[in-house]
Antibody, heavy 123, light 108 residues
């Protein structure tokens, strides 16, 4: 049973950084990639980026690439997403999601999801 | 970047009715790598369909995906009470993933 367990809710001031963790279990961490997806209150899903569990390669959404860094710790099967220079419009639920095994040559649908981490940015 | 649009924004139907949700891409989706997700309030999204028409294990066969190129459809043959939710399409044929804005299926 694949599970992704995320860290708890965060409240940050504008300009600060936040780092969210996503601990995977139930499968081989290095066999899949992890995407991060966020959802502002009452809004749709926004893909933020992806990191390979195998070699740490990353790809980021263009609008966030200057402020986001995704990393992994294979020893603990944990993925991390750090977002810097937070603004009020970064207030959202942040999800990690693991690749499905049936992928295109470049990307995968998202088969397993974490429970979400609410990040609130407020002065 | 491939932009996905979904219609209608909201679909108001009764249990037992058929739901037809549309997803249109700004350019052809490579090899029809199009997925559908369901999201209920307070929950994470759930993958229903990948590769345009393949159901994830455990997804009921009342959910059917179809389409090709730039036009895709999710059909729910007979709505069950648990199907009232928001549905998102997503393309994964390009390096950067994109989601549609969603269609809310609510109870009439």
């Amino acid at each position: 049973q694949v599970q992704l367990v995320q860290s708890g809710a965060e409240v940050k001031k504008p300009g600060a950084s936040v780092k969210v963790s996503c601990k995977a279990s139930g499968d081989t961490f290095t066999s899949y990639g992890i995407s991060w997806v966020r959802q502002a209150p009452g809004q749709g899903l926004e893909w933020m980026g992806w990191i390979s569990g195998y070699n740490g390669n990353t790809k980021y959404a263009q609008k966030l690439q200057d402020r986001v860094t995704m990393t992994t710790d294979t020893s603990t099967s944990t993925a991390y997403m750090e977002l810097r220079s937070l603004r009020s419009d970064d207030t959202a639920m942040y999800y990690c999601a693991r690749d499905h095994k049936y992928c295109s040559s470049t990307s995968c649908p998202l088969r397993y999801w974490g429970q979400g981490t609410l990040v609130t940015v407020s002065s | 970047e491939i932009v996905l649009t979904q219609s209608p924004g909201t679909l108001s139907l009764s249990p037992g009715e058929r739901a037809t949700l549309s997803c249109r891409a700004s350019q052809s989706v490579t090899s029809n790598y199009l997925a559908w997700y369901q999201q209920k309030p307070g929950q994470a999204p759930r993958l229903l369909i990948y590769g345009t028409s393949s159901r994830v294990t455990g997804i009921p066969d009342r959910f059917t995906g179809s389409g090709s190129g730039t036009d895709f459809t999710l059909t729910i043959s007979r709505l069950e009470p648990e199907d009232f939710a928001v549905y998102y399409c997503q393309q994964y044929g390009s390096s950067l993933l994109t989601f549609g804005p969603g269609t809310k299926v609510d109870i009439k």
